[in-house]
């Protein structure tokens, strides 16, 4: 589509060019348009391939050091030796290829999920779809924390306010207005456009869309946000500088080992052969990089990624990988408690209207009730009533509609308005023929910091009519009359004390309270404002509606608080409310005392942090308060996780350590500001997601001791027995063999373990803490201590039968060691008959033995790696001490954990 000054252009004549209209596209032509068009994206930056994914593994200093290790042995005439190192090397180059290659499909497939949703009309109807599905000519609906997703213009407007900063540089929302534009107009100042990459702070807008993909103002200046940023995590930069750190050990022992065994040749033989010394350079060379655990950054950075992606499939989708390692030191979490620790299905069970109590029947969307005073079914056929649901219908954004199987009810919008639209349709009022009847005019929108919304109406008598609904204490501070009793009357304070008292009554009941309100303005008012619309209303009545705790949440808080994580629950219901629901969820108990927002902002920030551990419920607070609950945590030393849905809870999720925003009714500002996306908005979510985190770790921390302990081994066996003058214990080909073929499944399947009994009894981990916890450090100093002595012993009492005998029979023991140590790293806390060897470790285990087994049944295999076929009494050795060591290890265990 060529570039047309759109701004310029009347509504009119865009939609006749567009070829769209206010009803939006129909799906077949928004198809089709998807086609020509193609998807609302900017150019993706190219894709890493496969194969530079492989030869990237090459580019590791010590395989370069093997790899001219491979190439002086063939230079040197020992081609097997060469072939053996090659294919080593192209194999461990291959393992990290498989992890990385996993990691970089699981990132890929976290992108799409994370693609951004918005609002659009398609048949006639809103959808909410992918940003990247939408073409030229569709109507979007925008609201505050939107993301706009393309150029467009707009034809219907309430109070837009856009940050254009992202583009423009404009540190201010534009307020945008309908008014035609000369051609020549900046595009700062195209306020009857919005555009792709910018994001809604306030109101409400139709448009339709211009542009999209790389033809809109974002996509020709080639700026592009991408949704998940690709950064290492503290744990994996660890785990680089501790393979650097082991690599210079190791090249530092290989020097000692070669130097002293140059020395002690020529102090026993006065001379020293060159294919001597070519010997230890190429042993040395080869140690030093067999030694180090090449695939470690590899398993630690896939095992992340594929974690990220377990997440995903149980609605936790992270953004941003080091969060992974984040979630295990959680100590605190801060939830919003509508839709997130409740169900989110409102359901109104209570009225006052004409100083009456009434009570509403039926549970959730399903608009089958009645209205009863005292059991008594009533009849709303009063004036009172038919205020009370135009109020309810019209003042809301929200619509009751039938699923498309035509059996069940459901709402789009928000839970809260949806209960309204409910309650009127149980007393006989339709939302469309309201609708249709009084048509919205303008509006006040909804917001956190303002606590009410105002809608104005035209009248079937030619008058425009006022309505608002918020939070009572809100709503009564503006009403200077009453509606009641088919009058209206002056609002008195007794009045008011009255109306207070019955609004906590309902609060203490646990229900969630707004009041609607009302007024007629006169026809010549066009300036829409707080003071105009908002001033001298009339009091209608209190809505009293409920919204059940989940069950599912209230476990999950129990098990949360199990292992030390505090519980806060944030809202913006009245006190009592909060507290009843927080009472039944387990979250407030003695002790503990709940704070408003007004009490939040009369307190310095050093007040509430000295009180902060013991308030555990936030009512009727605004974002803003978040951040300061959020920065008080802090700066206690917690890891604090703050949740949040809209526009302006991106500054306290942004803030907090891990911030989580809601999938479902998450405004895209909140979701691009957050480290975690709760795909079902659910509390009990978050703590699968702590617990998949520290499941992680764990599985990090058994594979990292089972590939070091295997490195200590070696070099203290083949070091040792070097420099107290034995001959070689172990060929280069052999010890790579132990490290990549013997270690390598069982360590990949270490990496995926089941999580361990105290996975979600034990306290969160301390964000300081190392990777060599107490339990590595004590399982790789054991397995170090057992082995050694033990490996040399059965090498030097071998020796007299031959020095390829002595040989295998110190590799056969080796296999045995390090296969049974793969089960006892099944946990480095409890016994394997506590926490059994799952199902793909004793596979894994399996496999390892199968290759060893080919290895010895091939006789150019056992020639090639230097090996002869082992004795009985040496299969016997190895299966007794690989007994006698893994009993050992778990007595040590045992003695550890005590």
Avoid at 5 to 15: A, G, L, N, R, Y
Avoid at 486 to 503: A, C, F, G, P
Avoid at 598 to 619: C, F, G
């Amino acid at each position: 589509m060529e570039q047309k000054q759109w701004h310029s252009m009347s509504i009119d004549e865009v939609s006749k060019d567009l070829r769209a209209s206010n009803e939006g596209l129909t799906s077949q032509e928004a198809e089709r348009r998807l086609v020509e068009f193609g998807p609302n994206e900017l150019k993706a930056e190219k894709q890493v391939s496969p194969l530079q994914i492989f030869f990237g593994q090459f580019k590791s200093i010590l395989i370069i050091i093997l790899i001219f290790a491979t190439i002086f042995s063939a230079v040197l005439g020992e081609i097997i030796d060469a072939i053996i190192i090659l294919a080593i090397v192209v194999a461990s180059a291959g393992l990290g290829f498989f992890q990385e290659y996993r990691a970089e499909k699981a990132l890929e497939a976290l992108k799409k999920m994370l693609s951004p949703t918005i609002t659009v009309i398609r048949d006639g109807k809103d959808s909410r779809i992918s940003s990247s599905k939408i073409v030229p000519g569709d109507v979007i609906v925008l609201e505050a924390g939107d993301k706009i997703p393309a150029d467009a213009k707009i034809f219907e407007i309430a109070n837009l306010n856009v940050d254009e900063s992202s583009l423009t540089g404009e540190s201010v929302p534009v307020r945008k207005n309908l008014d035609p534009l000369p051609v020549e107009t900046y595009l700062a100042d195209r306020k009857n456009m919005v555009f792709s990459g910018t994001i809604v702070t306030y109101g409400r807008a139709k448009v339709f869309v211009t542009a999209t993909g790389m033809k809109t103002e974002f996509g020709q200046i080639a700026k592009e946000v991408t949704a998940t940023t690709k950064e290492k995590t503290p744990l994996e930069i660890r785990t680089e500088s501790i393979g650097k750190w082991l690599g210079l050990l190791c090249l530092g022992v290989c020097l000692i080992i070669v130097s002293f065994g140059i020395l002690r040749e020529y102090l026993i033989s006065g001379f020293v052969q060159t294919e001597f010394i070519i010997g230890l350079v190429m042993f040395g060379i080869a140690l030093a990089v067999a030694a180090v655990p090449e695939a470690l950054p590899a398993i630690v950075t896939g095992t992340l990624a594929i974690g990220m992606n377990e997440m995903a499939k149980r609605n936790a989708l992270v953004r941003r990988m080091p969060a992974v390692e984040t979630l295990g030191s959680t100590t605190v979490i801060c939830s919003d408690k509508t839709g997130t620790l409740t169900k989110g299905e409102m359901t109104v069970r209570r009225l006052y209207l004409n100083d009456q109590v009434i009570d509403l029947t039926g549970v959730g969307y399903d608009p089958h009730g009645e209205l009863k005073i005292a059991d008594n079914t009533i009849n709303p056929n009063q004036k009172i009533f038919s205020l009370w649901a135009m109020a309810s219908i019209l003042c809301n954004d929200a619509s009751l509609e039938k699923t498309r199987e035509g059996d069940n009810w459901h709402i789009i919008g928000d839970p809260t308005e949806g209960a309204l639209i409910v309650a009127a349709k149980k007393a006989g009022f339709e939302q469309d023929e309201y609708r249709k009847k009084h048509p919205r005019i303008s509006e006040l929108p909804f917001s956190s910091e303002r606590k009410r919304m105002s809608t104005v109406h035209q009248s079937t008598e030619g008058k425009k009519m006022v309505f608002t609904k918020g939070a009572p204490e809100i709503i009564l501070e503006r009403c200077s009359h009453i509606h009641e009793h088919d009058t209206v009357q002056e609002m008195s304070l007794s009045k008011k004390r009255q109306i207070y008292e019955i609004n906590e009554k309902m609060a203490t009941d646990a229900l969630r309270v707004l009041a609607v309100a009302y007024q007629e303005i006169a026809e010549s008012i066009n300036d829409y404002n707080e003071e105009t619309l908002e001033s001298d209303l009339i009091f209608v009545g209190l809505i009293g509606m409920i919204d059940p705790p989940r069950p599912e949440a209230i476990i999950a808080v129990k098990s949360a608080k199990q292992v030390g994580i505090k519980i806060i629950m944030i809202t913006g219901d009245h006190k009592l409310t909060a507290i009843a629901i927080a009472i039944e969820m387990g979250i407030y108990e003695d002790g503990n005392i709940a704070m408003t927002g007004d009490e939040l902002e009369k307190i310095s920030d050093e007040e509430l942090e000295s009180m902060v551990t013991i308030v555990t419920v936030y009512a009727r607070v605004s974002p803003l308060h978040k951040l300061k609950i959020v920065k008080a945590w802090k700066r206690r030393g917690d890891i604090v996780a703050m949740t949040g849905d809209g526009v302006n809870d991106a500054p306290a999720v942004k803030n907090a350590d891990i911030g989580i925003a809601m999938g479902i009714t998450g405004t895209e500002v909140t979701k691009e500001a957050s480290d975690m996306i709760l795909a079902d908005d659910n509390f009990a979510t978050i703590v699968k997601a702590i617990e998949e985190g520290r499941k992680i770790l764990d599985n990090i921390k058994q594979y990292l001791t089972y590939l070091l302990e295997s490195n200590f081994v070696e070099l203290i066996v083949i070091g040792g027995g070097v420099i107290v003058g034995l001959p070689l214990p172990l060929l280069p080909a052999q010890i790579l063999w132990l490290n990549l073929v013997t270690d390598g499944a069982p360590a990949l399947a270490l990496g995926v373990s089941p999580p361990s009994p105290d996975v979600m009894t034990r306290p969160p981990r301390d964000p300081k803490e190392s990777i060599f916890s107490k339990e590595v450090k004590a399982m790789l100093t054991t397995i170090t201590l057992i082995h050694s002595p033990l490996l040399l012993y059965i090498f030097i009492s071998s020796l007299g039968e031959g020095l390829n005998q002595a040989r295998t029979a110190l590799f056969i023991v080796f296999v045995f060691f390090e296969l049974k140590v793969a089960l006892n790293c099944r946990s480095l806390k409890y016994s394997i008959f506590k926490v059994k060897p799952h199902k793909m470790l004793v596979l894994a285990v399996i496999v390892s033995a199968l290759s060893t087994i080919v290895l010895f049944s091939m006789p150019y295999l056992r020639y090639a790696f230097g090996l002869q076929i082992p004795t009985f009494i040496d299969i016997l050795w190895a299966v007794l001490l690989a007994i006698f060591t893994l009993i050992l290890i778990e007595l040590v265990k045992v003695w550890i954990r005590h």
